[in-house]
């Protein structure tokens, strides 16, 4: 079987450090690894519009944004194929069908639209587009015969619904669909980074972000500004790391030879947290520790951006590849799924006799 890696993003903003960790980062390096057969990434703007419904202007000017931070982590055309979801009619067409496959209840218990209705503050006025959008999701993973979704902690619940409707429709239908495998970032504190004032996960909807694209100012303006530990006081105060989101950060970005290059007076970060815990380290110096390293992280990615936003041309063309060969891959499915659910009248005509 070929290994089809499926995973995507909503235009709802800007790209965060929070997508980075939790999902770009990994498929730079699954697209890279040569492991694959087949990767794309969905530019997920009809997810988008069902709580954006309102607001098309914004998903429309995130398609360019969206895409120019995916070229600027390393996201290489070549290898990997960018779509846009909208433009792939059957999509919804999938999903039609796999909405048979599923109840209301079982919807409403998906923890995260859960927690999602109650964030957006929907209360009962939930847009039934938006309770169904893991069914969608279903159809954004199965379209293409996805084997591996690299995602973030937040997207175990919509694989779940995936899976089980494979299941169901495989049951039902016969052997048609692959079952999809979820694929979480292995470092702790990546599988969900919490934003920079604290809160749960970074998320564009809550404006606690730091952006791959953000100038230098404003990222340090944002580390200096972090939630910490409310208890630290003082420098001399024992401080704690559970909870500390700079500390978490630093997990999340840290890599061994940071501590050489830019705070060599520590080996490592163990080291530098069991100082903090025992006291005497300031927030300040762990701050700056932190600047240092974001800087140079999302410097580089900053000057690719810069480069593409120069050719406006490549970003457009990347897009219709990318959706041409999506387009391919749905037909295909398309054509398996009707085969299988008896609704390909004019393919085979078994069913024109009396
Ligand atoms: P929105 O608020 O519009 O839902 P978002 O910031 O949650 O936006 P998505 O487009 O929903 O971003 O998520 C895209 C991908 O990034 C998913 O794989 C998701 O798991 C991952 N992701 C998003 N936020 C985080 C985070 N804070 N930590 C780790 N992964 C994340
Ligand atoms: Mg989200």
Redesign the pocket.
């Known amino acids: 079987m070929e290994k089809i890696i499926l995973?995507?993003?909503?235009p709802?903003?800007r790209l965060?450090i929070?997508?980075y960790?939790?999902?770009l980062r990994g498929r730079v390096q699954l697209q890279n690894s040569g492991e694959y057969d087949k990767v794309f990434i969905m530019i997920?703007d009809a997810q988008?519009l069902t709580d954006n419904f309102d607001n098309p202007d914004k998903v429309r000017s995130n398609i360019l944004q969206v895409t120019l931070d995916y070229l600027s982590c390393g996201i290489d055309p070549k290898k990997t194929n960018v779509f846009i979801q909208s433009q792939i009619p059957e999509l919804p067409e999938l999903t039609q069908f796999y909405l048979n496959l599923v109840t209301v209840s079982r919807l409403e218990r998906n923890p995260t639209i859960k927690s999602e209705i109650q964030m957006r503050g929907f209360d009962r006025a939930i847009p039934a587009g938006f309770l169904c959008y893991p069914v969608s999701q279903a159809a954004d993973i199965t379209f293409c015969k996805a084997t591996t979704v690299p995602?973030?902690?937040?997207?175990i619940p919509m694989l779940e619904q995936a899976r089980e409707i494979v299941r169901t429709f495989n049951r039902i239908y016969g052997e048609t669909l692959v079952e999809p495998e979820i694929l979480l970032p292995e470092n702790e504190a990546?599988?969900?980074?919490?934003g920079t004032d604290g809160k749960a996960?970074?998320?564009?909807?809550l404006g606690n972000c730091i952006y791959l694209s953000d100038e230098p100012e404003v990222i340090k303006q944002k580390i200096m500004t972090m939630y910490t530990d409310p208890l630290h006081i003082q420098v001399s105060d024992p401080g704690h790391i559970e909870g500390n989101t700079v500390f978490t950060y630093l997990d999340a970005f840290c890599r061994p030879d940071d501590f050489e290059r830019f705070l060599p007076e520590y080996a490592n970060l163990d080291e530098l947290k069991a100082h903090y815990q025992k006291g005497g380290l300031g927030d300040v110096k762990v701050k700056r520790f932190l600047n240092a390293i974001m800087q140079d992280t999302l410097g580089e990615i900053r000057a690719r951006r810069k480069e593409y936003e120069k050719d406006l041309d490549y970003v457009y063309d990347v897009l219709v590849e990318g959706t041409k060969v999506a387009r391919e891959a749905g037909k295909e499915t398309m054509a398996d799924v009707k085969r299988a659910m008896k609704i390909d009248y004019f393919d085979n005509t078994d069913w024109l006799k009396l």
């Not at 995973?7 to 909503?10: A, E, H, Q």
């Not at 996960?201 to 909807?205: A, E, I, L, R």
């Open positions: 995973t995507g993003d909503r709802t903003g965060h929070g997508h960790v939790g999902s997920a988008a995602v973030g902690e937040d997207q990546s599988l969900r980074l919490p996960k970074m998320s564009k909807s």
